[in-house]
């Protein structure tokens, strides 16, 4: 099996590369190492696939990548480019963010009609629901997001069902909610938590920490992505989710417990595009991929942790 991963030196695009290979896929990867989080970073992630042959790497930008030559001889197309982050969506930055996520998502459906194509996989996010007035978001909860990051992804999501209805490109959309473990952004929380405790520092709170997330380990969003390419029915849209939410007040505790230290917590003002709370229903992704959470979260952010020290070591 021919596969395309977009955006696979980031987070996720480079633990499901390495799944995939471990499948016996051709893995024809592409990304354009945007300067988001800096790029030994994404060097490092990439480095387990040196020398690998059936590992094919292009540095490029999806805008300028030769599509047409590469989606003809692909089965799955996983679609994780973007330039994620809620905070840094507002003002001048935004233009990133249409480029990355629309224009680019755009770019690879027009390339994808009348190719013979499995599925297209979209990596969309829990961040289209924003303020919905219901809990646990499903599928059919009102979209509502609350960034223009959400706007972006929301967008790029209804993109692949408009290809899907017009042009019979065979999408899938995951909308996966806070991914953590090994490997996470250097903006999300866990990992600024981690560093700062790894360094001797404050770790910073936004808002009064009554806020609740439903965080979904990075294996688990692999295997659901996996499960979506052989049994998710082209023209839908899928929660991921790590099947519970947690408030970030009670986490503190869980973290000086992961790292055997005392925090010192700075509490700062809610930030622009923050939402209150997310929780996944999952129902959908169960019924149809067979989707089953399976890591407890104590035992992920372990794992991030080790991740986190030797990351900052090295
Ligand atoms: P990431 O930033 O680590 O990875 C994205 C990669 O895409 C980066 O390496 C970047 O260089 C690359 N990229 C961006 N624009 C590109 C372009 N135009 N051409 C080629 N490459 C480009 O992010 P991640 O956390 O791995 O997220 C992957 C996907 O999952 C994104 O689409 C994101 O919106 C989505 N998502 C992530 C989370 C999460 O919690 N991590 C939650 C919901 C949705």
Not at 1 to 9: K, Q, S
Not at 252 to 262: D, F, M, Q, R, V
Request: hydrophobic letters at 40%.
């Amino acid at each position: 099996m021919n596969v395309l991963v977009t955006g696979a030196a980031g987070f996720i695009g480079s633990h499901l590369s390495r799944r995939l290979l471990r499948e016996g896929a051709h893995v024809i990867a592409v990304d354009s190492f945007t300067d988001f989080y800096p790029r030994w970073i994404k060097e490092r992630n990439l480095s387990p696939f040196a020398g690998d042959p059936n590992f094919e790497f292009f540095s490029q930008d999806l805008l300028d990548f030769n599509l047409e030559e590469i989606l003809a001889r692909v089965d799955v197309v996983y679609h994780l480019a973007a330039q994620a982050g809620v905070r840094s969506s507002w003002g001048e930055n935004f233009s990133v963010y249409i480029q990355n996520n629309i224009l680019s998502t755009q770019r690879l459906l027009e390339a994808a009609k009348g190719k013979p194509l499995h599925r297209l996989i979209y990596a969309s996010s829990s961040s289209v629901y924003g303020l919905t007035p219901t809990l646990p978001m499903s599928e059919t909860s009102l979209l509502y997001p609350l960034s223009p990051y959400g706007v972006t992804k929301l967008a790029a999501e209804q993109l692949c069902l408009l290809y899907f209805q017009s042009y019979a490109v065979p999408t899938v959309a995951l909308r996966f909610f806070t991914v953590y473990g090994p490997g996470q952004r250097p903006d999300m929380a866990f990992h600024k938590f981690f560093r700062a405790i790894a360094e001797g520092r404050p770790i910073s709170v936004f808002g009064d920490g009554e806020q609740t997330r439903d965080f979904t380990h990075i294996d688990d969003i692999v295997e659901a992505s996996f499960s979506a390419s052989r049994r998710g029915r082209p023209g839908e849209v899928y929660n991921v989710g790590g099947g519970h939410r947690e408030r970030l007040n009670d986490l503190l505790p869980i973290l000086e417990e992961t790292c055997g230290k005392k925090l010192e917590v700075i509490r700062e003002e809610r930030q622009k595009g923050d939402v209150a709370h997310t929780f996944a229903d999952i129902g959908k992704a169960a019924l149809d991929l067979g989707y089953s959470p399976r890591t407890i979260l104590k035992d992920g952010l372990r794992e991030e942790w080790e991740w986190i020290k030797t990351l900052y070591r090295a």
